[in-house]
C-alpha cells in the first residue's frame, strides 16, 4: 500500500480538528452581532484563538491533501449554516495553498508552518465576501431582515472594497504571529506530556 | 406514528433550506413561505418524539419572530436594542438552517449517513471526516461541561480575568481530551475495515420511499416559488 495515501485515522484527525476550529468560529461570530466592528475584529481574535489547535494539528499532518479537506469541509459547513457559496472558492483556494506551502517544507519546517497557517486564515476574509461582491442588496437585505440603519452604515464602512485588502493582510499577519503563540503553547503543554 | 426518512432526503433538504436562508425574505408572502419552511423540521422533531427540542426551537423562532415584526424597525437606536436586534437577526436569519441541520444530525445514524454517502459517490475522505465531524459536536460540549465542572470544583472561574488565561484554561484541556478521543476512534474505525481497500457494504438498505419523494417535492416548490417571487417579479 502506498504511504502517502490517507488513511482513516488521518480523516479521523482532520474531522475532530475541523468541529473545534468551527465552534471556535462560532462563538467569536456571535459576539460579532454586538457591533459591526467586531465583524472586522475578526481577522484579528480567530486567527489568535484557533492557532493552538491547527498547531496541534500542524504537528500530526504528515500527508498531502488534509488540510485541503479541511478546507472544504469548512466550506460544507459554512455554506449549510447560511454564510452562502461565495466564499467556498475562496476556503478551498486558501487550503490547497496553504497545504502547499506545507508540503514544500515536508509539513516539519516550523517557518514553512507559519506562513501555511496565515494563508490558511485567510479563509476568514471569505465570511465578509457577500458584503463586497453585492454590497448594494445585501445591505438592502440587511435592512429588510431587521437590522438598523447605524449598523448597516458601520458595518459596510468597516468592510467594504477598500478596507478588504488592509482586512486580508491582517489576516495573513495575525495568522502568523497566532501560529508562533500556538506553537509555544503546544510546547507547553502537549509535547511535555508525551501526546505529540 | 414512525416516518423514517432517507438520509438523501435529508441532505437535500439542508440544502434547499441553506439556500433560502441565503435570500432575505422581503415582502409578507415571503416571510410565510420561510415559516412555513421551518416549520417542517419542527414538525419532523414532534413525529420523531423530541418534544423537548422541538418545543424549544418553536418557542426561540417564535419569540424573536414577534420582536423583529412587532417592535424593531430601522431606526430604533441604543446600544440594548442593538444587541437585540443583532440575536433576533441571526435567530430568525439563520435559524431555519440550525434547526434542519440540527434534526438530520440528530436522527441519522452514522451507518445510514456512510451508507448514502456512497450511493452518492462521495470520496471516502471527505464523507467520513464528516461524519466525525457530525458526531464531534456534541462530544464537545459535554467535554467542555465537565471541563468547566472540574474548574468550579477547584474554584477557578474566570482565568483571573486574564482573558489569554481565560482562553488557556479551557482550550487545553479540552484539546487534550478530543486528541484522546480521536485515537479511540481510529482504533474503533480500523477493526471496522474503513481502511479496506475493497468496496465496503452496509447493513442498511437505503430506499426512496413515498415520504421522501413528496418531502422532496415540496421543497423544491418551495424553492421555486422563493425564487420565482423574489426575482422575477
Request: proline share 3%.
Amino acid at each position: 500500500m502506498n504511504s502517502s495515501k490517507l488513511k482513516a485515522k488521518d480523516f479521523i484527525t482532520v474531522g475532530i480538528f475541523t468541529a473545534i476550529l468551527i465552534v471556535v468560529e462560532f462563538l467569536c461570530g456571535m459576539l460579532g452581532y454586538i457591533h459591526p466592528y467586531i465583524v472586522a475584529s475578526y481577522v484579528v481574535m480567530i486567527p489568535l484563538v484557533g492557532a493552538i489547535p491547527m498547531m496541534l494539528f500542524y504537528t500530526k499532518v504528515e500527508k498531502f491533501g488534509m488540510i485541503t479537506i479541511m478546507s472544504v469541509l469548512i466550506a460544507i459547513i459554512m455554506f449549510v449554516l447560511g454564510m452562502g457559496y461565495l466564499g467556498a472558492p475562496l476556503i478551498v483556494a486558501a487550503g490547497v495553498i496553504a497545504d502547499l506551502i506545507a508540503k514544500s517544507g515536508k509539513y516539519k519546517s516550523f517557518k514553512k508552518t507559519i506562513i501555511s497557517y496565515g494563508v490558511f486564515c485567510l479563509w476568514i476574509c471569505a465570511n465578509y465576501f457577500p458584503v463586497i461582491v453585492t454590497a448594494d442588496s445585501y445591505r438592502k437585505d440587511l435592512l429588510d431582515g431587521g437590522y438598523s440603519a447605524e449598523y448597516c452604515d458601520d458595518l459596510f464602512r468597516a468592510i467594504n472594497e477598500k478596507t478588504i485588502a488592509v482586512l486580508l493582510i491582517l489576516c495573513f499577519v495575525f495568522g502568523c504571529i497566532g501560529a508562533v503563540i500556538g506553537k509555544k503553547v503546544v510546547k507547553k503543554h502537549f509535547e511535555k506530556a508525551g501526546i505529540v | 406514528m414512525h416516518i423514517a426518512l432517507d438520509p438523501r432526503t435529508k441532505l437535500y433538504m439542508i440544502l434547499v433550506v441553506s439556500m433560502v436562508v441565503l435570500m432575505t425574505a422581503t415582502t409578507p408572502f415571503l416571510w410565510g413561505v420561510r415559516i412555513f419552511m421551518t416549520m417542517v423540521p419542527i414538525t419532523l422533531l414532534f413525529i420523531e418524539k423530541k418534544y423537548a427540542s422541538a418545543i424549544r426551537f418553536l418557542i426561540f423562532y417564535g419569540v424573536a419572530l414577534v420582536l423583529t415584526f412587532f417592535f424593531l424597525s430601522e431606526d430604533s437606536s441604543g446600544i440594548l436594542t442593538a444587541i437585540l436586534i443583532g440575536y433576533c437577526g441571526i435567530v430568525v436569519q439563520f435559524m431555519p438552517a440550525m434547526i434542519t441541520a440540527w434534526y438530520c444530525v440528530r436522527t441519522t445514524k452514522i451507518d445510514e449517513f456512510m451508507s448514502a454517502m456512497q450511493k452518492l459517490h462521495v470520496p471516502d475522505g471527505i464523507a467520513i471526516s464528516l461524519a466525525v465531524v457530525m458526531r464531534f459536536f456534541p462530544t464537545i460540549k459535554e467535554e467542555y461541561g465537565s471541563i468547566r465542572d472540574a474548574m468550579k470544583m477547584r474554584g477557578i472561574s474566570f482565568g483571573g480575568g486574564n482573558a489569554l488565561k481565560m482562553v488557556e484554561y479551557r482550550m487545553i484541556p479540552l484539546l487534550f481530551s478530543c486528541v484522546n478521543i480521536g485515537d479511540e476512534l481510529s482504533a474503533a474505525a480500523i477493526t471496522r475495515g474503513l481502511d479496506g481497500n475493497v468496496k465496503r457494504t452496509s447493513i442498511v438498505e437505503l430506499k426512496l420511499r413515498t415520504a421522501d419523494i413528496l418531502l422532496m417535492l415540496v421543497f423544491t416548490t418551495v424553492l421555486g416559488i422563493f425564487i420565482y417571487c423574489k426575482y422575477f417579479r
